[in-house]
């Protein structure tokens, strides 16, 4: 950020130093290894008395000075001009830091033309003897500015003790000093027998022809097991870290590993072919393919060399980006004030994509081009808007090291965010999605307290059912929403009846089958086990049916609805009326009927960062273009065949890896679960925003089609972070949780987060995801009305038996949640889709909506004036 930017964005800055630096380090590794061919074959024209290889060498020696000195000069040249208008952060520390290491290597390579002019001009007209003095001479200072040069770019990737004491000596002797001198070496050698092929081929003398190819072939073979067994020790010095990121930490590197030793593999088969004795006409084009070969080998093994000190350019020192770490603390202070040729200070409305235009020049353009051949920000962003993008920059760095942390605030951030949608990629910014929301009607059952005989609660066990609809591709959620009813014995002293009833439920009209969701049942073997009819569940269930009494609970249950929030004529409605009805067993007569709404929703906003839009009307469920995405995201990073699979029409459920104890999953016991996982990867991409985070994968915005938080709460503005923490807060007690277990994938997505809600990590409470949730009674202390401020976060229930749908009131008899209202939706609810739709039963019973009993309305279930009391808990009685 201290110097001016060449802007070169059609192809980025990365293609023409990667270009010219592979060329010349090809010829410069030729210029070494052809020294010593050179005199090593003199001297086999001397020793066997041969005027014909003696004039190869002379000829060879003209074709490797022009090579060499002219071409090689030059684009020795041009890799410094490059490096310096590129990356002149970088090249100043190196210049300053290994001054003296410079100076050397330019001696040496004085040293290395004077020598080789000599050597080349004076060919037969020098003694023998002190002609192969002045080649060995040459050949000295080409290995010594190759010994230099290889101290000096070695410590880029491999700093060791230098990142600390900036010693000369320390940084020239880094950890991969001498593996990669003698890998270099190698390559030196097998590169000098390749060019050696370009001018043998031509020596008219057949016999010496022969001798001459077959030195070449000999150069080449023998080289070539050195090179892979200092390769390999290259690599065994390499820190952790970057061997596991070469290995197995980047997909743009692992093309370059794997066909390195194929490259290599065919470079010694095609030599060997030299040897055979045949037509010019097939060796010409043999020897030209085996340099092209050569250059690969080279190339490849540069790419993963450069590529695998990701994302610095001077390892532990300087990102690629040129800016120091130490000098900047990412996503915190502007970038643009402290940016020297920025015209742009600050970011305004007026000038937004103007400075996100400068952010990109400084932070992406010394890498990425705009359509150019090598990473192509068009490829990475085109198929997303700029809340993506925005997110993308914000997690950069933070678990996948191959891009340095975006350094500015979060404007900054939005504004090169809005500069890549708009500019770049000629989208239009993102705009809230709002739903066109119409009121249902809402038929309350009549209810006579006078006559009545029983009294039938009903609510949704999960409070709201998010379902996976990515069809085809995979599933992590299918339908299957629960439900749960008491039928209660009007009486002085009311009774819980649990013979002699049948208590059934029954969808509303028109919405009698998933049909737009048949395909769920094609790909959930892990958790389904059968192929279920169209209008089933997971677990048998269909969407009219009878709800089993648990003995445990003492409470009339049915799991695995497979409801859906569409209507059979394709309507919206993620708050169905399902009809809930008691009938004695032995008469048929029906004792008591209620309304109860089972809450559904596709609502995942997965386009935003992975492409595509909203599958439904523009407002609820996932593409397939999303859900591809998905997959394409998920095979990149873990290595999986997640879209093969699919495209086979196998695809499968994310639980048949992760645990899920909404499931009941154990799958592979050493993954992360599914929730921690889920949270504790997108947490490094969505940090630092408020409570909105949460509506990028729920179903809680609040303009979109499901507005899920609804309930007496979310009226009093008590929003998710209250009782969940913000994400970062949520995420941190699922992964402690992993960590404490010894899952060490934990502390990879933990590392860079903060949380928000208690001072430092170690104040985190762990938890299991779906069975540790908070504690209502946190903030509700002795069922009171809680305290201005008060907050439910990290205080969490022991185990299943303490969940709000699971606890009862003192008498054991009646769920908190039959009278208070389903999770969510606690009454007095407010649904956008009818004032009183998840009110239904407290204005059946009582005529207004509110808890059950409220405003001492006891007659709900008792037929004689109660004179007050607490008998179901604390405080229940309110003046």
């Not at 070496?185 to 000098?192: D, E, T, V, Y």
């Not at 000999?218 to 200092?230: G, I, Q």
């Not at 952790?240 to 930490?249: C, H, N, S, V």
């Not at 004795?277 to 340099?291: D, E, I, K, Q, S």
């Amino acid at each position: 950020m201290d110097y001016p930017v060449w802007q070169i964005a059609a192809t980025g800055g990365g293609f023409w130093i990667a270009l010219i630096a592979t060329v010349h380090v090809f010829v410069a590794h030729f210029a070494v290894g052809g020294g010593l061919f050179l005199v090593l074959t003199e001297a086999k024209g001397h020793r066997e008395n041969s005027p014909a290889i003696l004039n190869y060498v002379k000829s060879h020696t003209a074709f490797f000075l022009l090579l060499t000195m002219v071409f090689g000069g030059l684009s020795g040249v041009a890799i410094w001009f490059t490096i310096a208008v590129l990356s002149p952060g970088g090249t100043l520390t190196l210049v300053n830091a290994f001054v003296w290491g410079w100076a050397m290597e330019w001696t040496f390579f004085l040293g290395e033309i004077v020598a080789l002019l000599v050597y080349h001009y004076s060919f037969g007209k020098m003694a023998a003897r002190d002609h192969m003095r002045v080649g060995w001479l040459y050949f000295l200072f080409a290995w010594l500015s190759l010994f230099t040069i290889n101290g000096i770019i070695g410590v880029m990737l491999t700093p060791g003790a230098w990142a600390t004491t900036n010693d000369f000596w320390d940084g020239m002797f880094n950890p991969s000093f001498w593996p990669s001198l003698v890998f270099r070496s190698f390559l030196a050698f097998l590169l000098a027998g390749l060019f050696g092929f370009v001018t043998a081929i031509r020596v008219k003398d057949a016999a010496a022809r022969e001798r001459v190819v077959r030195t070449c072939v000999a150069w080449a073979v023998v080289s070539l097991p050195f090179l892979a067994l200092s390769g390999w020790w290259y690599l065994s010095v390499l820190p952790q870290a970057t061997l596991d990121f070469i290995l197995r930490g980047s997909a743009e590197i692992t093309p370059y590993l794997k066909a390195l030793p194929v490259i290599a593999v065919a470079v010694g088969v095609l030599a060997l072919l030299m040897a055979v004795r045949l037509p010019l006409a097939v060796r010409t084009p043999v020897a030209a393919l085996l340099l092209v070969l050569g250059f690969g080998v080279v190339g490849a093994f540069e790419y993963i060399r450069e590529a695998g000190r990701r994302p610095f350019i001077i390892q532990e020192r300087m990102w690629s980006t040129g800016i120091v770490p130490g000098k900047a603390e990412p996503l915190a202070d502007p970038f643009l004030p402290r940016a020297a040729w920025a015209k742009n200070k600050e970011v305004t409305a007026e000038n937004r994509l103007d400075a996100g235009r400068e952010i990109y020049a400084f932070q992406c353009l010394p890498c990425h081009s705009l359509s150019g051949p090598m990473k192509d920000i068009r490829k990475y962003t085109r198929h997303i808007g700029n809340e993506g993008v925005a997110s993308y920059i914000t997690g950069q760095g933070r678990i996948f090291k191959q891009m340095p942390p975006f350094v500015g605030s979060p404007e900054e951030r939005d504004a090169l965010a809005a500069y890549i949608t708009a500019t770049v990629n000629g989208r239009p910014l993102d705009k809230p999605v709002v739903a066109d929301i119409k009121t249902l009607p809402v038929d309350i059952p009549a209810f006579d307290p006078n006559t009545a005989s029983h009294l039938l609660l009903s609510w949704c066990t999960l409070g709201l059912k998010c379902i996976t609809d990515a069809d085809g591709f995979f599933t992590f959620l299918p339908p299957g929403s629960a439900l749960g009813a008491v039928l209660v014995r009007r009486d002085v002293l009311p009774e819980v009846v649990s013979d002699g009833v049948e208590i059934t439920y029954a969808a509303p009209e028109g919405f009698t089958h998933p049909s737009r969701h048949v395909e769920f049942w094609k790909y959930a073997p892990s958790l389904i086990g059968k192929a279920p009819k169209p209008d089933q569940s997971a677990g048998g269930k269909g969407m009219d049916g009878t709800l089993a009494f648990n003995e445990k609970s003492r409470i009339f249950e049915a799991a695995g609805i497979p409801v859906v929030p569409f209507a059979d004529d394709g309507t919206i409605n993620p708050y169905p009326l399902f009809t809930v009805t008691a009938t004695d067993k032995a008469t048929g007569k029906v004792l008591a009927e209620t309304r109860t709404v089972l809450p559904v929703s596709t609502e995942m906003s997965c386009w935003k960062c992975h492409g595509g839009t909203f599958r439904i009307d523009g407002v609820m469920g996932i593409a397939n273009p999303t859900a591809a995405g998905i997959l394409a995201v998920h095979d990149k990073r873990s290595g999986t065949d997640l879209a093969a699979r699919a495209a086979a029409g196998k695809p499968v459920s994310c639980q048949s890896c992760h645990p899920d104890a909404l499931f009941d999953a154990t799958a592979d016991p050493k993954r992360l679960n599914l929730s921690a996982a889920m949270h504790g990867f997108h947490v490094n991409y969505l940090t630092g925003k408020g409570e909105e985070a949460c509506a990028n994968c729920h179903p809680d915005s609040h303009t979109g089609a499901t507005r899920c938080l609804r309930d007496n709460h979310a009226s009093k503005g008590i929003g998710c972070a209250s009782c969940h923490g913000f994400l970062e807060d949520h995420a941190l007690t699922l992964l402690r949780a992993e960590l404490d277990a010894g899952k060490e994938r934990a502390a990879i997505f933990m590392q860079n987060i903060t949380p928000r809600s208690v001072p430092k990590t170690a104040d985190i409470n762990a938890r299991q995801a779906w069975i540790q949730e908070p504690d209502c009674l946190t903030c509700h202390k002795d069922f009171a009305t809680p305290e201005r401020g008060a907050r439910a976060f990290n205080v969490w229930v022991k185990d299943r038996s303490g969940l709000y749908r699971s606890r009862k009131e003192d008498t054991g008899n009646v769920p908190c949640i039959a009278c208070h209202g389903a999770p969510h939706a606690t009454y007095v609810a407010n649904n956008v889709y009818g004032k009183n739709r998840d009110n239904v039963q407290p204005v059946q019973y009582m005529g207004f909506a509110g808890v059950i009993g409220s405003r001492n309305r006891c007659d709900v279930c008792h037929t004689v004036e109660m004179e007050g009391g607490e008998m179901h808990h604390p405080n229940m009685v309110k003046p």
